[in-house]
């Protein structure tokens, strides 16, 4: 700090005006000395871009939301549709079963005491 503006003097504001202008022309860009109509319109400007970034990242995150949503939605109604059908299956399954031991239980009895390995299911037992 110089000695005008320790001292309070009322000429410290015009005199460091006088020496801005003179060492640091206005028309530089941006630079400290730039006049102020230029610093707020350029800061303006600055402001605006930053504004439109920002609702384009919202909208993107809008639609990223949106569409995860729907995502959502399908694999619910898929999982609903897989609940029902093993309802329906295991339903059969015990119909079945009711009338496969009521058909033929000594086949019933023998698979419970002599499981099936799946070589055997599958006839590949012996090649």
Same mark, same amino acid.
């Given at each position: 700090?110089? +000695?005008?503006? &320790?001292?309070?003097? %009322?000429?410290? =504001? /015009?005199?460091?005006?006088?020496?801005?202008? &003179?060492?640091?022309?206005?028309?530089?860009?941006?630079?400290?000395?730039?006049?102020?109509?230029?610093? &707020?319109?350029? =800061? &303006?400007?600055?402001?605006? /871009?930053?504004?439109? %970034?920002?609702?384009?990242?919202?909208?993107?995150?809008?639609? #990223?939301?949106?569409?995860?949503?729907? #995502?959502?939605?399908?694999?619910?109604? #898929?999982?609903?549709?897989?609940?029902?059908?093993? %309802?329906?299956?295991?339903?059969?399954?015990?119909?079945?079963?009711?009338?496969?031991?009521?058909?033929?239980?000594?086949?019933?009895?023998?698979?419970?005491?002599?499981?099936?390995?799946?070589? #055997?299911? +599958?006839?590949?037992?012996?090649?």
């Amino acid at each position: 700090m110089d +000695l005008c503006a &320790r001292t309070g003097s %009322k000429n410290y =504001n /015009r005199i460091s005006n006088v020496l801005l202008d &003179r060492f640091f022309p206005k028309d530089t860009d941006l630079g400290i000395n730039a006049s102020k109509p230029d610093r &707020r319109e350029k =800061n &303006r400007a600055a402001a605006q /871009r930053s504004r439109r %970034k920002q609702m384009a990242k919202a909208d993107k995150l809008h639609q #990223e939301h949106e569409q995860l949503e729907r #995502e959502n939605d399908t694999l619910c109604k #898929e999982i609903q549709s897989l609940q029902q059908e093993l %309802k329906q299956l295991t339903w059969a399954l015990k119909e079945h079963e009711m009338i496969c031991v009521l058909r033929c239980p000594d086949f019933c009895l023998d698979l419970l005491q002599n499981p099936l390995w799946p070589e #055997e299911v +599958l006839g590949l037992k012996g090649k």
